[in-house]
Each structure stands twice: as structure tokens, then as C-alpha cells.
């Protein structure tokens, strides 16, 4: 049952996000959304280079242009009709790219590039509409608002939880994922001939905070209150673009975690719920990394921060290496994107596990393309509660201890997985996809209860123009060697829901 203070605080994030008049992005990477008049209008006054008071120079004044007479209201309302009715115009001139030619279509799919993290697409405009802005007459500024509602509700065999099922855990009933507000401005890396900058700051409302939650980010509501809604400020970075080789980005602050397939960014995913391998790794880190691209088809990315999942504060923090090598080929059917990630003594602390990751991207033609991926992890030193030794150290808040053999305080705690997707374009707006999955947790230490196990899911995401997107699945998961699901009750668990994302 949630309770009066959360139901309350349900409604006002409702009444923010839908009351003040936001309207929904249209973008490749799903997601992009923008805010309301009077708090940009007071930005234009404090910050000028922002916000500007005159929005002219900035405005498409062609006939096909999106702003119309009236209020912001009736622009908004304008905009989503043409959005949903696929009658918006095109954008007034093409969208510049730097690189190779990007591999997928978006729509249907979140985005048209092969993702890697640390950095926005070097070489690829920021084409899209932003229909708040538009509202606003603020089309072509480079300073976005936006941001996406998230709800979902399942139907599932477990009673009292669906973990290690993550981003969709509380079993039969609806909740709110995600409420995210975004401000940003991305760095033009389509030129090389010009130093460029920008920055990253978001946060949401959800049950989604759980998962993105670092130690020392307002992370006593979950660590020590273990409420079910909760704030994440998930991202706050800034990014300097440099013309060396083919770009060069730093980016310093909080983001998220850099390896693999998935973000924890909801429109950006192929369906609701995450992989296990998803679920198991790191969320965010706090630091500085520069990418480097070095040619069309080779990058390298080099940085370092505070651990994973921890802010530079906390007694956790340890200075943690990011490594990583990014190839695509020529046609860039192919791609392949490895990292070494939080690579420290690896010494037992919050998350302060030591991450290897290898993710292949495979196109095999315009309709249909796979995206794999595979990691090793590690933990040592980590504190035996198997109930098997006396005197036992207490683990961390937080972070789980390892399933140890018997006489042993405490020891390594290794754990591997692998996950495939594979996905399909029905139309411009509707894909389905397959997702196979496995992890094995030797020692329990990422999961509570140690061993193998699978899952595999049958899903669909339908497009409703650019800013609604619908997501239903199937999942079956299995634990083999313990009772890992329904609070250690059972081995199975079936599992349907659907989530409905409505950018503003």
C-alpha cells in the first residue's frame, strides 16, 4: 500500500509534469523533452546566454515552420496533433553528420547509432524538433528542456517481489518508473575546426531511483529508509569538445555508468524491464573521461573516477580506472565496444566491483540487427554471511556480503554474464525484439542469493509519433541451483507488463 505522503507526492509530480504545460521531444535517442514558459522565461532574464530574451534569430521563419499565433498552450496542443497525425513538417535543412553513416533507423528503434557511454555521438547534429521549445519560439536555441513520464504495470507469479527482475519490481500493480526532467546543451561536434562546450543536468521522480541511486546523493532514502519512491539527480556533467583527430570530448561530473547495451535512461531501451546483466553491473559513476575519436571507425576513451555508484565524499570513494576501445566497421554493420570499468584495488566497498565488458552490435540488414554483450566481474575481501563462520563481519548497507565456504571471514566473489537482443522493424513506428539472458553469481554477492540464472523475453515498442511510446512483454525467469525469486520461494517466475512513455 503506498502511503499518504507518496500518493501525495505522486499527484504533485503529476501536476508538474502535466500542469505546467510541458510538451514531448521528437528525437532518435527517445527521450528529448522540454519545459515550461515561465521558467524559461525567468532563465532568459538571469542567463542570458541560455535563454535569450529575443528568440528571433533562432526561430525557422519559413512556411513550414511549427511556430504559430496564439498561446504556448495552443502551439503545444498544435504540435501534438501533427506529431500523432505524422503531419509535422521536416526540418527546414538536413541534419549534418561527420562519420560513418549511422546503422539504424530512428523510429522505430531508440537510436539510429550504436551507443557507447562518456560521450554524445561525435560527428552527429542534434537534428531533432524539441516541441517545447517550439511552443516557446525557441526552436533553434541549443539549450533544451525536456524530459518523460514513465508508468507501467504488470501481471506476475511472484507475490511479494519480482527481484532480481529490476526497473519493474513490485509485482502486480502499477507504478511510476520515471518522472525526468532534463536541462542540456550538447556540444556541436560536427565541425572540426572550433573548441565547443556543454552540459548535462537531470533528475527524476520513480521507483526507477533504486537502481540509479549512488552513496552520498540524497541516498539515505534508500539505504536507510528503503522508501519505494524516491529522487535521483541522476546526471550532472559538463562536456569540453577540442577539434583534435576526429573529436575530442571531456566530460567531468556525475553520469552514467559507460560499458554495455543498456542506460537507465527509459526511452532509450528496447523494452521495460532490464537484463540481468544490466541489473547486476554498476548504474553511474563520478569523475572526468575523455573520448577521443581517431578516426571514422576507431575511438578511445580514458578516465577515472571516485568508484562505482559512489560520490567523491563518502568514506567508499576510491580512485578507479576507465578503459575502453571503440571499433566499427567500414559499412558499420559491425561495431565492438570493450571497457575496463572502476578498475581499482578491488577491495570490498560499496559496488566496488571490478568490471570487464565486451559488447558486439551487428546489423544484418535495413529490418533486422542484434546487440550482444558479455562481462566478468569482481569483488575481493567481501564478508562471508553464509552463516558458516564465527564471529562474521557485518557487510556494508547496501552492498551485499558472498555466500564463502565454511571457516572463511570473507573472499573473492566472482560473477559472469551475457545477454543477447534480437530485434526487428515492423514499420517507421513499430519494432518487436527477443532477449535471451544469463548471469551467473557464484557467491551471491550481486544478486542476495547465489548461482545461475536465466531469463527470456518476447517484447514490442509502438511508436505514437514521435513523443508516446507503448512497450508490452513477456518474461520467463529461472534460477537454477537456489531458490532465487519471490523472496527466495521460488525457482520460476512469469512475469507481463506494459509501460506507456509520454514525452514532454
Not at 46 to 65: G, I, K, R, T, Y
Not at 261 to 282: D, V
Not at 377 to 399: I, S
Request: charged share 15%; net charge neutral; glycine share 8%.
Amino acid at each position: 500500500m503506498i502511503s499518504r505522503r507518496t500518493s501525495g507526492a505522486l499527484r504533485l509530480v503529476l501536476i508538474l509534469v502535466f500542469g505546467c504545460a510541458f510538451a514531448p521531444a521528437q528525437d532518435d535517442q527517445p527521450g528529448r523533452t522540454h519545459a515550461g514558459s515561465a521558467t524559461i522565461a525567468a532563465w532568459s532574464h538571469a542567463v542570458p546566454d541560455l535563454f535569450p530574451p529575443s528568440a528571433a534569430q533562432f526561430v525557422d521563419s519559413s512556411p513550414n515552420s511549427l511556430r504559430q499565433p496564439g498561446t504556448v498552450w495552443h502551439r503545444m496542443a498544435d504540435f501534438y496533433l501533427a506529431d500523432w497525425k505524422a503531419t509535422a513538417p521536416a526540418a527546414a535543412e538536413p541534419v549534418i553528420r561527420r562519420g560513418l553513416e549511422a546503422p539504424l533507423s530512428s523510429p522505430p528503434f531508440p537510436s539510429s547509432d550504436w551507443s557507447y557511454g562518456g560521450a554524445s555521438t561525435i560527428g552527429a547534429a542534434d537534428g531533432n524538433v524539441y516541441p517545447t521549445m517550439s511552443a516557446l519560439q525557441q526552436e533553434g536555441h541549443r539549450t533544451h528542456l525536456y524530459g518523460w513520464v514513465e508508468a507501467s504495470a504488470n501481471a506476475s507469479s511472484s507475490s511479494g517481489t519480482n527481484y532480481p527482475v529490476t526497473y519493474g519490481f513490485v509485482p502486480n500493480r502499477p507504478a511510476l518508473n520515471q518522472a525526468m526532467l532534463i536541462l542540456e546543451r550538447l556540444p556541436d561536434t560536427t565541425q572540426a575546426s572550433r573548441f565547443d562546450w556543454g552540459f548535462h543536468v537531470s533528475g527524476f521522480f520513480g521507483t526507477d531511483y533504486r537502481y540509479t541511486t549512488s552513496k552520498g546523493y540524497v541516498s539515505n532514502q534508500l539505504l536507510k529508509d528503503n522508501h519505494q519512491y524516491g529522487f535521483d539527480p541522476l546526471w550532472e556533467s559538463v562536456d569540453f569538445y577540442l577539434p583534435i583527430k576526429e573529436g575530442l570530448v571531456i566530460r567531468i561530473g556525475r553520469f552514467p555508468s559507460m560499458p554495455g547495451i543498456e542506460t537507465q535512461l527509459a526511452p532509450s531501451n528496447f523494452t521495460i524491464t532490464h537484463s540481468l546483466a544490466f541489473s547486476a553491473a554498476p548504474s553511474t559513476e563520478t569523475g572526468a573521461v575523455a573520448t577521443l575519436k581517431l578516426t571514422s571507425q576507431w575511438m578511445a576513451q580514458l578516465g577515472i573516477s571516485a568508484g562505482h555508484d559512489v560520490a567523491p565524499w563518502t568514506v567508499d570513494r576510491k580512485p578507479s580506472a576507465i578503459a575502453c576501445v571503440n571499433y566499427s566497421t567500414q559499412s558499420n554493420h559491425d561495431n565492438l565496444y570493450a571497457c575496463a570499468n572502476g578498475i581499482n584495488d578491488g577491495r570490498y566497498a560499496y559496488n566496488n566491483v571490478q568490471q570487464f565488458d565486451l559488447t558486439w552490435n551487428h546489423r544484418f540488414n535495413a529490418k533486422w540487427h542484434m546487440a550482444s554483450e558479455a562481462w566478468y566481474m569482481y569483488e575481493r575481501a567481501v564478508p562471508n554471511v553464509e552463516g558458516n563462520v564465527q564471529n562474521p563481519l557485518p557487510p556494508e548497507t547496501g552492498a551485499n556480503g558472498a555466500h564463502c565456504i565454511a571457516g572463511q571471514l570473507a573472499c573473492t566473489a566472482p560473477a559472469y554474464a551475457w545477454v543477447n537482443y534480437l530485434n526487428r522493424a515492423i514499420n517507421p513506428h513499430l519494432y518487436v525484439g527477443f532477449r535471451s539472458d544469463m548471469l551467473d553469481d557464484r557467491k551471491g554477492q550481486r544478486t542476495g542469493i547465489p548461482g545461475k540464472y536465466t531469463e527470456n523475453t518476447l517484447y514490442a515498442t509502438k511508436n505514437f509519433g514521435t513523443t508516446v511510446m507503448l512497450r508490452p512483454e513477456l518474461r520467463f525467469d529461472h534460477s537454477w541451483d537456489r531458490k532465487g525469486y519471490n523472496n527466495g520461494t521460488a525457482r520460476n517466475q512469469v512475469f507481463f507488463g506494459a509501460d506507456l512513455i509520454y514525452k514532454f
